[in-house]
């Protein structure tokens, strides 16, 4: 391999863990903070492209459409957790994998019935839609780069929320100690809904985001489950810095995998899973268990 | 009615269809062996992602038998639909739900090769007449032929192919083929290397990737690197609107043309959007062929259903002219069960593909056309082969 070709690989690499990051964050904050093993978590990311596709349909702008998608996701993840999930916490993982799979299957097929079975494409903004040219035969999409910029202002907004602000402060201290919240006097139930909502909305955000890379069709949910399951595992549940550094893992993994042992693409990721946690169980930024 | 129906509305339609079909599943008393109907076991997917293409193969195939009297050699027809959920392992369930529960005297469908694989496996054993009316899986010509068992769709190696020569002749002589590490994927990429080598062109690399990844950043880099004159791939719906996509947006198709398997570029176009230009496929139909049976065709099954016709809607349409074909041959009696198989391999269909007949294995003898996308439609450039033949190799009819 040349080292332009290295080059670009990294590149690709490092791009698509971002894109990682961004579909994990979300998946990680809900079980960090409320515990909640959330397998619809792919079912918002899909929610999230469809909604892209069908707004920026109608208003003739994707970035309209994310601008209205946002507040209805956030809607659908408050009475999801309003409905649903809220009646679970007290309950073993076994019952929210259960519930959350019942999530799928209505989601799927609501999606079936509003939308119907065809694949979509969501055009790149005409803003976005250049190419910068790399090598004298490979160019590289904008948009991508956009997507990377964007997760990183997602990362740090987390990190500035969670770290810096009394809303934070709030969601690490009931993570910690939720009864000890409730007696000083804070609405423990409504501080998780909010975070439940902001987690789906985080979630279908990527969904909206990625649409135009990775076109709209059913079952796309499914396809980024079991990825993100592996970014948050890797990195220690529960950690927004532990999923940070497990989707550029992957990433790297993924990527370099393919070119060097392209007979075993498909075990390279979860091959370098079970490496990690054979090395540390609890992941990379996991809390060791007490 | 002129506007196109809403998926809602489609849906119901087909529940309340359904519906029908298990009503009539009661017995009826009684009936007198001549005017007894004849039953057609349907399996197809009319849930999930196949489900619009089980609708389509559904409503041309019945399409075809109304157009004939909506009898078959003169005696009515009950059609027995069983949602295959395209899942191959409810499919033996399934193929025994209409062989042995209901005693169908024809079995169709379905789409999904897995499903293929096992219901014609329980077909041979029990001698049911099968058409296949999607499903392309190669070994359905070869080591699964079987007397009663027809197929009105296509093998996978018959639609790939004729693209290796006609690479060549374009100049193109050494590709990379990329594609999904699974059956059909293997196959439609073999038969491409097959024609393509014998023609002397020279493969540089074949990328597989694990299905249904679909995150190909990687391989395109390994693509530019590579430098070859033309890649060959194959991958399906949503996988190959997003391939379509990344291969543009990493400005391959200026310097590298892409070539493909016919499904690349049949349902996807529209959500590809420019992506899909200039892209050329081999396939045994395209919407725009100027033959007069096609523009009747399409025209009709519009007419019908309110939807565009495409490539399944064409193989259900021509499944059900071999059924008119045959039972009028024997005149309605479904107990000759010879003469009905050797009319069908006698069958020359009309298609809106073009004539079609059956080699020796019983699979379709047919031209597979060559097909560039130009303004979102698949334009038919011209016959890439004529009267296309699948090997057959290892079944014992040939």
Redesign the interface.
């Known amino acids: 391999?040349?080292v332009?070709?290295f080059l670009?690989?990294s590149l690709?690499?490092v791009?698509?863990g971002f894109l990682l990051f961004l579909v994990a964050s979300g998946l990680t904050l809900i079980f960090g903070i409320l515990g909640v093993i959330n397998l619809a978590h792919g079912s918002f990311f899909m929610i999230g492209a469809y909604l892209a596709h069908w707004l920026a349909l109608k208003t003739g702008n994707l970035f309209v459409a994310i601008a209205l998608a946002l507040p209805l996701s956030f809607l659908l993840g408050l009475a999801v957790e309003r409905l649903a999930i809220g009646f679970l916490y007290a309950r073993d993982h076994l019952y929210q994998v259960l519930l959350t799979y019942g999530l799928i299957l209505i989601f799927n097929e609501l999606q079936?019935?509003?939308?119907?079975?065809?694949?979509?494409?969501v055009?790149v903004p005409a803003l976005l839609s250049a190419?910068i040219?790399l090598?004298e035969?490979?160019?590289?999409?904008l948009?991508?780069f956009f997507i990377s910029i964007a997760c990183i202002g997602v990362a740090a907004a987390m990190y500035l929320v969670i770290h810096r602000t009394k809303l934070g402060m709030l969601i690490r201290a009931g993570a910690a100690n939720r009864e000890m919240v409730e007696l000083l006097g804070f609405g423990v139930k409504r501080l998780y809904a909010l975070v439940f909502a902001l987690g789906a909305a985080l979630t279908a955000f990527a969904g909206m985001l990625s649409a135009p890379?990775?076109?709209?069709?059913?079952?796309?949910g499914e396809?980024i489950l079991i990825i993100s399951f592996v970014v948050v595992v890797i990195g220690g549940l529960g950690s927004i810095q532990g999923a940070f550094v497990g989707a550029m893992l992957i990433g790297f993994v993924?990527?370099?995998g393919?070119?060097f042992l392209?007979e075993a693409?498909?075990l390279s990721v979860y091959a370098f899973m079970a490496a990690v946690l054979l090395w540390r169980p609890q992941g990379l930024f996991g809390a060791r268990p007490a | 009615m002129t506007t196109r129906k809403t998926?809602?509305r489609r849906?119901f339609l087909s529940a309340a269809a359904g519906a029908g079909a298990a009503a009539s599943l009661l017995p009826a008393p009684f009936v007198l062996a001549q005017t007894a109907k004849v039953k057609v076991g349907i399996l197809l997917p009319y849930?999930?992602?196949?489900?619009?293409l089980g609708h389509n193969i559904t409503d041309a195939m019945i399409m075809a038998i109304e157009e004939a009297g909506g009898t078959l050699g003169g005696r009515p027809v009950e059609y027995v639909k069983v949602d295959s959920e395209a899942d191959p392992a409810k499919a033996a369930n399934n193929t025994n739900k209409l062989i042995a529960g209901e005693k169908v005297d024809f079995l169709t469908g379905p789409v999904h090769s897995g499903v293929a694989m096992a219901m014609v496996k329980i077909a041979r054993e029990e001698g049911t007449i099968t058409i296949v009316s999607n499903a392309g899986a190669d070994a359905l010509a070869r080591q699964m032929c079987a007397p009663n068992v027809f197929r009105t769709s296509f093998s996978n190696w018959q639609t790939c192919y004729p693209m290796g020569p006609e690479m060549v002749k374009r100049g193109h002589k050494k590709a990379v083929s990329i594609t999904w590490?699974y059956a059909a994927g293997h196959e439609m990429i073999g038969a491409f290397k097959e024609g393509y080598v014998k023609a002397g062109g020279q493969v540089a690399k074949e990328?597989?990737?694990?299905f249904?990844?679909?995150?190909f950043?990687?391989?395109?880099?390994?693509i530019?690197?590579l430098?070859p004159d033309a890649v060959f791939t194959f991958f399906s719906?949503?996988g190959?609107?997003?391939f379509m996509?990344?291969y543009d947006?990493?400005?391959?198709k200026k310097?590298?043309p892409l070539f493909g398997a016919g499904f690349l570029t049949d349902?996807?176009l529209?959500?590809?959007?420019p992506a899909g230009e200039g892209i050329i496929t081999t396939l045994h139909y395209a919407e725009s062929l100027a033959n007069p049976t096609n523009k009747r065709f399409t025209a009709a099954f519009k007419a019908k259903t309110g939807r565009p016709a495409d490539v399944f809607a064409v193989q259900g349409y021509d499944t059900g002219q071999l059924l008119v074909h045959a039972m009028k041959a024997v005149k309605g009696d479904v107990k000759a069960k010879k003469e009905i198989m050797a009319a069908m391999r006698a069958a020359k269909l009309d298609s809106p593909r073009g004539t079609m007949t059956f080699s020796k294995s019983q699979n379709p003898i047919q031209d597979i056309y060559l097909r560039e996308v130009k303004n979102g439609d698949n334009v038919v450039l011209g016959v890439a082969q004529k009267a296309v033949e699948d090997p057959g190799r290892g079944c014992g009819m040939t």
């Open positions: 391999m040349d332009s070709s670009v690989q690709n690499s791009q698509y079936r019935i509003l939308w119907g079975n065809d694949v979509h494409g055009p190419s040219p090598t035969a490979q160019s590289y999409p948009y991508r890379v990775n076109s709209v069709y059913p079952g796309m396809h993924d990527t370099f393919k070119v392209p693409a498909s | 998926p809602t849906r849930t999930g992602t196949y489900a619009s590490n990328i597989l990737i694990p249904p990844n679909i995150e950043q990687a391989h395109l880099t390994e530019a690197s430098k719906g949503g190959a609107v997003k996509k990344d947006a990493a400005g391959l310097s590298i349902g996807t529209q959500a590809a959007g």
